[in-house]
T-cell receptor, first 114, second 114 residues
Framework: NAGVTQTPKFQVLKTGQSMTLQCAQD?????MSWYRQDPGMGLRLIHY???????DQGEVPNGYNVSRSTTEDFPLRLLSAAPSQTSVYFC?????????????FGPGTRLTVT | AQSVTQLGSHVSVSEGALVLLRCNYS??????LFWYVQYPNQGLQLLLK??????LVKGINGFEAEFKKSETSFHLTKPSAHMSDAAEYFC????????????FGAGTRLFVKA
C-alpha cells in the first residue's frame, strides 16, 4: 500500500500560470480532500469529494478547481496562479464517510508563485 | 459550527520533561476529537482520537489525551519528552452534523531541548 501520494513535491510558478497538483490513493477511500497549510493558520479545506463524480467546496475554494473521475484520483487545478496561493498543499483521504474516522495525508506539495 | 483553539503556537520543553499541549473545542453536539503530528517536511499522521467511550485515550509514541466535556478540552500529554517528539501538533474536531468536514487548529510547534 502506497497510501496517499502527491506529485510534484515542489513547484515554482509565475503569476498567471496554471497547473495541476496530482493526488492518488490506493486504499479505496470514498472521501478525499485538499488542504492548504499556511504558517499560523493550520490546515484550511479547499475542496473535498465524497465519491467519484461528487465534489464540493471547502473553506477557501476560490482560484481552485477539482474533479473526481475515479475513486483513486483527486487532482487540484490552479487556473491562474497568484502569489497568495504560495503554500503547502496536502491531499488526504478517509475510509468511509463517517467523520469519526481519521484522515490519511499525503507528503505535500510546496508551491511558490512569483 | 464547531471550532478548535490551540493555546500556544510554540512550546519548548527539556528532554525528559512533561509535554502538555492544550486544545479547546467548541461544539453544540458531541464531537469527535483528533490529534495529528507533522514531522518536518512530511504530511500529518494520526496520534490518537476520541470518538466515544473511555475519555482517556492513548496513542502512539507514549502520547495520551483526555476528553473533558465540562471543560471542552482535549489536551495532549506525554510524561517524558524525547528529542524525536519535536514536531508540529494539530488538534482537530468533527461532528456528525457538520457535513463531512474536519476542522483543524492552528497547530503547536513543540521544541525539545537537550
Amino acid at each position: 500500500n502506497a497510501g496517499v501520494t502527491q506529485t510534484p513535491k515542489f513547484q515554482v510558478l509565475k503569476t498567471g500560470q496554471s497547473m495541476t497538483l496530482q493526488c492518488a490513493q490506493d486504499m479505496n477511500h470514498e472521501y478525499m480532500s485538499w488542504y492548504r497549510q499556511d504558517p499560523g493558520m493550520g490546515l484550511r479545506l479547499i475542496h473535498y469529494s465524497v465519491g467519484a463524480g461528487i465534489t464540493d467546496q471547502g473553506e477557501v475554494p476560490n482560484g481552485y478547481n477539482v474533479s473526481r473521475s475515479t475513486t483513486e484520483d483527486f487532482p487540484l487545478r490552479l487556473l491562474s496562479a497568484a502569489p497568495s496561493q504560495t503554500s503547502v498543499y496536502f491531499c488526504a483521504s478517509r475510509g468511509g464517510l463517517a467523520v469519526k474516522n481519521e484522515q490519511y495525508f499525503g507528503p505535500g506539495t510546496r508551491l511558490t508563485v512569483t | 459550527a464547531q471550532s478548535v483553539t490551540q493555546l500556544g503556537s510554540h512550546v519548548s520543553v527539556s528532554e525528559g520533561a512533561l509535554v502538555l499541549l492544550r486544545c479547546n473545542y467548541s461544539s453544540s453536539v458531541p464531537p469527535y476529537l483528533f490529534w495529528y503530528v507533522q514531522y518536518p517536511n512530511q504530511g500529518l499522521q494520526l496520534l490518537l482520537k476520541y470518538t466515544t467511550g473511555a475519555t482517556l485515550v492513548k496513542g502512539i509514541n507514549g502520547f495520551e489525551a483526555e476528553f473533558k466535556k465540562s471543560e471542552t478540552s482535549f489536551h495532549l500529554t506525554k510524561p517524558s519528552a524525547h528529542m524525536s517528539d519535536a514536531a508540529e501538533y494539530f488538534c482537530a474536531v468533527s461532528v456528525n452534523t457538520g457535513g463531512f468536514k474536519t476542522i483543524f487548529g492552528a497547530g503547536t510547534r513543540l521544541f525539545v531541548k537537550a
